[in-house]
């Protein structure tokens, strides 16, 4: 069996952190090659491709990809940092995938979406939790049920690890940049949403850590397409003590489910729990490379188009909160975006 090539354009905390671990396993046992490694900080990419045996190093990755002979490459970027890296790849017949947020711009990120389904390659948006074996659990347990409300608590402590997640302008706000997969989740499991109002309490100059200049909690509220209504909080107000809680609970006809990333609970008994502690990365990681191997998106579980509802969603909530809370439609809202962009 051939093994796939891939490359890798960021070499930030996640891609070093989760992405490359999880496909070490692959590269060990033949099954990729990792072969190229593109950082504007050239250190960065050399000592990353000194860690996981990889033989180029590139600073630009319109060398990378004209010189490489690669099957796939991971592109992952802050949201805001995104040019032509997609564009470029899906041009020269390279699958890609491409962390979340895809971008603070839905329009840019339909443009994208576009050159992707032109170019026919595979696509994948880093959204690792459908890979949870509970999350397809859940959706299977939901099959035969009525859902009509989902409830998402995060409440998170400490201060944020990366200069970039801590400033709205450049990651959107941890609506955007964190609970994007938790909605993501629930789109997983109760399909597209239509309709989001939100409200923020907005952090003042001075309070909590620099250089944190984002809101202390995020509030929004769903209309999904089935007519399932869901309610998501983020809270980021703790910042000095550990204490954090995460419920994501789905509500259908005498049946209250909570799902968590190790155990699923009905009416307060647990109908599943994990016995080994999977790693959604690597399920992910691996479910990509036999995606690309085949040339088909279909086996992919976020492919970049059909993640686009996602990241309106969290970008829908951040246009409703910044206009009072005003119900914003997210056909209507990708669709004028997307003028504006072209």
Request: aromatic share 10%; proline share 4%; glycine share 6%.
């Given at each position: 069996?051939?093994?796939?090539?891939?490359?890798?354009?960021?070499?930030?905390?996640?891609?070093?952190?989760?992405?490359?671990?999880?496909?070490?396993?692959?590269?060990?046992?033949?099954?990729?090659?990792?072969?190229?490694?593109?950082?504007?900080?050239?250190?960065?990419?050399?000592?990353?491709?000194?860690?996981?045996?990889?033989?180029?190093?590139?600073?630009?990755?319109?060398?990378?990809?004209?010189?490489?002979?690669?099957?796939?490459?991971?592109?992952?970027?802050?949201?805001?940092?995104?040019?032509?890296?997609?564009?470029?790849?899906?041009?020269?017949?390279?699958?890609?995938?491409?962390?979340?947020?895809?971008?603070?711009?839905?329009?840019?990120?339909?443009?994208?979406?576009?050159?992707?389904?032109?170019?026919?390659?595979?696509?994948?948006?880093?959204?690792?939790?459908?890979?949870?074996?509970?999350?397809?659990?859940?959706?299977?347990?939901?099959?035969?049920?009525?859902?009509?409300?989902?409830?998402?608590?995060?409440?998170?402590?400490?201060?944020?690890?990366?200069?970039?997640?801590?400033?709205?302008?450049?990651?959107?706000?941890?609506?955007?940049?964190?609970?994007?997969?938790?909605?993501?989740?629930?789109?997983?499991?109760?399909?597209?949403?239509?309709?989001?109002?939100?409200?923020?309490?907005?952090?003042?100059?001075?309070?909590?850590?620099?250089?944190?200049?984002?809101?202390?909690?995020?509030?929004?509220?769903?209309?999904?397409?089935?007519?399932?209504?869901?309610?998501?909080?983020?809270?980021?107000?703790?910042?000095?003590?550990?204490?954090?809680?995460?419920?994501?609970?789905?509500?259908?006809?005498?049946?209250?489910?909570?799902?968590?990333?190790?155990?699923?609970?009905?009416?307060?008994?647990?109908?599943?729990?994990?016995?080994?502690?999977?790693?959604?990365?690597?399920?992910?990681?691996?479910?990509?490379?036999?995606?690309?191997?085949?040339?088909?998106?279909?086996?992919?579980?976020?492919?970049?188009?059909?993640?686009?509802?996602?990241?309106?969603a969290v970008l829908g909530?951040?246009?409703?909160?910044?206009?009072?809370?005003?119900?914003?439609?997210?056909?209507?809202?990708?669709a004028l975006e997307s003028?504006?962009?072209?």
């Amino acid at each position: 069996m051939k093994p796939v090539r891939l490359g890798f354009i960021g070499l930030g905390y996640i891609t070093v952190r989760a992405h490359l671990p999880a496909l070490k396993p692959l590269a060990e046992a033949g099954e990729v090659v990792l072969q190229a490694f593109c950082d504007v900080n050239e250190e960065t990419a050399r000592e990353q491709a000194d860690s996981f045996g990889g033989p180029a190093v590139y600073r630009n990755h319109h060398d990378m990809l004209a010189r490489e002979e690669l099957d796939a490459v991971y592109i992952c970027l802050p949201p805001t940092l995104h040019t032509d890296e997609i564009t470029t790849a899906v041009a020269a017949g390279v699958h890609v995938f491409v962390e979340k947020p895809q971008s603070l711009d839905i329009g840019q990120a339909a443009e994208f979406a576009r050159a992707i389904e032109q170019a026919g390659v595979v696509s994948q948006v880093g959204f690792m939790s459908r890979y949870y074996p509970s999350a397809e659990f859940t959706r299977q347990l939901l099959a035969d049920k009525t859902p009509r409300h989902a409830q998402l608590q995060l409440f998170y402590s400490g201060s944020h690890i990366r200069y970039w997640t801590s400033r709205y302008e450049l990651c959107g706000g941890s609506f955007v940049e964190n609970t994007v997969h938790m909605v993501d989740l629930l789109r997983y499991l109760l399909g597209d949403i239509e309709k989001v109002s939100a409200f923020y309490f907005e952090r003042q100059p001075g309070e909590g850590p620099e250089p944190i200049n984002m809101p202390h909690v995020y509030n929004a509220n769903y209309r999904f397409a089935s007519g399932v209504v869901a309610n998501a909080t983020t809270s980021r107000v703790l910042t000095n003590v550990k204490a954090s809680r995460r419920e994501v609970i789905i509500v259908s006809d005498d049946s209250l489910i909570e799902w968590s990333p190790t155990k699923v609970v009905e009416n307060g008994e647990t109908v599943w729990e994990a016995e080994s502690n999977d790693n959604a990365f690597a399920l992910q990681a691996h479910a990509f490379v036999e995606a690309v191997r085949a040339e088909d998106t279909a086996l992919m579980r976020s492919p970049y188009a059909g993640s686009l509802n996602s990241l309106a969603a969290v970008l829908g909530a951040n246009a409703s909160a910044e206009q009072g809370g005003q119900v914003i439609d997210l056909g209507e809202f990708a669709a004028l975006e997307s003028e504006r962009s072209s």
